[in-house]
Each structure stands twice: as C-alpha cells, then as structure tokens.
C-alpha cells in the first residue's frame, strides 16, 4: 500500500513525491548545462586548447558562446507547446532531453572553437526546452494543496545541477592535462541520460490525456499519483475545463488580441523578463571572471563560484519551505529589490576599489554576490 500523507482533506501520496523527484534529473540538466560554462571559461586548459588566451578576439568569441546558448533557448522554447501538446508532456521531455545529451557529447568533443560555438547553440535550445517542458509535467501532476512546494522541487534541483557543475570543475581543474576540460563537459550527459531511462516509468499527464479523450488512462494516473478522493476531484475539474476550453480560441495570436489572454501574457512575460534581468545570470556565466577582475587567482576564482552555488542551492531547498506561506508578488518584488541594492553597493565597490590594494573592499565586493545568492534565488528565482 502506498502510504498517505495525513493533513487535511485533500493529499498527495508518496508515489507523486517519488515521481517529481525523479522528474527533476530533467531540471538538473538544465541546471548543469547552463552553469558549467562558468568553471569551463575559469579552466587554463580549455583557453590555452582554443587560444582564448591569445587571441584579439578572444572576448568576441567568449561572448558568442554564451550568447548563442541563449539564442538557441529563446528559439527552443517555442517548440515545446507543440511537442508537449501533440505527442505529450513526456515527449516533450524526452526530445529536450536527447537534444542536451547529444550537443553536451559533441562539445566535449568539440575540436575547434567553431564547432564549439555551434553546438553552444543546440546545448542552449535544449536545456530550455526542458527548462520550459519539466514544470508543465510538475504542475499538472500534482495536487493544489502542495503543488508550490513540489513544483519548487524542479528550482532546487536546478541549483542542484548549478552546483554540481562548479565543484566538478573545480575538481578537473587540478587536473594537469589539455583535455582537462573536457571531462566537465561531458558530465552533463548522465542527468539526461537518467531522465530518458527513467521516462518510460512514468505517468504522462492527466490533462494531455483528457485533452485526447483518453479517460480510462488519465483516471488510472490520477489514481496512482493521489489519494482517491483527490483524484476524483481532480478528474472532475480537469474534465469540466477541458470542455471550456475547447470553446476557447488556442493560438499565439489569440494571446495578443484577446485582452484576457494578452493580460495574462504581458504579466508572465514581464516578470520572466524582469527575474532573468536581475544580474543572477551573468553573475553565474561570467563567475570567474568577475572573481579575476577583483584579484583572485584561478583556484580561488573557481572556488568562490562553487561556494556562490552551494549557498544558492541551500537557498533552493529553504525555497520548498517558503512558497506557499507568502504570497508569490511579495517574494519576487522583495527579491528583485534586493538584488537591485546589492548591485548597486558592487557597482560601487568595483569602481572605487577594483585595481587597489584595499582587501576588505575587495572582499566585500565578492560578498555582494553572495548576497545577491540569497535575496535572488529564495525571493526571485524559484517563485
């Protein structure tokens, strides 16, 4: 027998806890995928390989890796609606997830800085593929009554996979060999690969299901993933929207000129826009090299980086246990708040100080990011 949580009337059973945490290799995927580069631009090996280290245009081409990952995860994510509505949420999962494992393998095996940056590109469109598909299977599997702090499993696992990747960088780095680089890289593929072997145990979603009449499977799911009396009432709301729905136009356009559809639009799409403008990301990517523009040396650079992401990840799992005790807009406006503060007293820091010989501003600009670490990823982030 599966055993029940016991708290209130409506609950979740072990097997849904199970499943989310198995689904979460695909948000460690991601999570690894987009940190990595961070440790990898920190490696001697890996600019001396690429002559990174000598060539003029050396920034121009640093800036093309990371900014081709974001192309291709701009571009990426407009697919998964498609995937996810017609062969399933799974599907969805499982094609990013394939697309993560087999560009992380060819840039491990990158031989030349222009195969690098173009694989850059796939790596990106599939790490936010799975980003964007893994909390749509999380929301639509879990009850109402604890759906923040499961779904927020997918953000500390993401951190999870941040993290991962910095130590394991870190550790390569004393690894005196020109391939030390590699190895790192290559580490991505086991998330995904864990993902796809596990992704066949699992159940697809109630609502793709009921969204292609198939009732018979969609009530056996719900009855595996809840108590039965959550699941009937699941089944019953899910099947009563599925008939709204359909009366319902369902189109890219119909978000802009429907004004319900566009309000919708306009609040996801600015407070999207406003979290990853909070600095969080460049912090992350250019880790190291913001570390080396205040005098720290490579294996302090990379150590400072894989403490930054340990904190956030502890921030992560603190997350789980905050999101449904405050409302969502305060949590996010106070993180952004406090990630503007921050920014600013490093701003300051770094102008007046950064060339000197002043140590403790200088460590008190690295305990800007820190702090940053924690307003952005319990208050902004994982919201």
């Not at 697809?204 to 969609?218: N, V």
């Not at 108590?227 to 709204?244: C, D, K, P, V, Y």
Request: a positive charge.
């Amino acid at each position: 027998m599966v055993r029940r949580e016991t708290h209130g009337a409506r609950q979740f059973n072990y097997f849904n806890l199970f499943m989310v945490i198995a689904m979460s290799f695909g948000s460690m995927t991601y999570g690894y995928s987009a940190s990595i580069i961070g440790t990898t631009l920190g490696q001697p090996s890996f600019l001396t390989y690429f002559a990174l280290d000598t060539r003029a245009d050396a920034t121009s081409l640093i800036s093309t890796m990371n900014g081709l990952y974001q192309v291709g995860g701009f571009l990426g994510v407009f697919t998964v609606s498609y995937f996810a509505d017609k062969w399933g949420r799974k599907a969805a999962i499982g094609v990013s997830a394939l697309i993560v494992l087999i560009s992380g393998a060819l840039l491990a095996g990158s031989v030349n800085v222009g195969m690098f940056i173009a694989f850059r590109f796939f790596n990106g469109a599939g790490a936010f593929m799975i980003l964007s598909a893994v909390p749509i299977w999380m929301n639509e599997v879990t009850p109402p009554r604890n759906r923040g702090m499961l779904v927020d499993i997918h953000g500390a696992a993401l951190l999870f996979g941040y993290m991962v990747a910095a130590w394991v960088g870190n550790g390569f780095f004393y690894l005196n060999t020109a391939a030390a680089w590699r190895a790192p890289m290559a580490f991505q593929c086991l998330p995904p690969l864990i993902l796809l072997c596990l992704l066949p145990f699992m159940p697809e979603s109630p609502r793709f299901l009921l969204m292609h009449d198939k009732h018979e499977e969609a009530a056996s799911n719900l009855l595996r993933l809840h108590t039965r009396e959550e699941a009937e009432s699941e089944l019953a709301q899910i099947s009563a929207q599925m008939q709204i729905d359909r009366t319902l136009p369902c189109s890219y356009w119909a978000m802009l000129k429907k004004p319900s559809y566009r309000k919708r639009t306009l609040l996801c799409l600015g407070t999207t826009c406003g979290v990853q403008m909070s600095g969080i990301l460049v912090i992350n990517n250019y880790g190291a090299t913001l570390y080396a523009g205040l005098g720290y040396s490579p294996e302090k650079q990379l150590i400072l980086l894989g403490g930054w992401l340990t904190l956030a990840f502890g921030c992560g799992v603190l997350s789980l246990f905050v999101v449904d005790r405050l409302p969502r807009p305060k949590l996010i406006g106070a993180g952004l708040m406090g990630c503007m503060v921050c920014l600013i007293v490093e701003c300051a820091l770094v102008a007046t100080y950064v060339g000197g010989t002043n140590k403790a501003a200088l460590s008190a600009a690295v305990a800007m990011f820190y702090v940053v670490s924690i307003v952005s990823f319990e208050g902004v982030q994982l919201i």
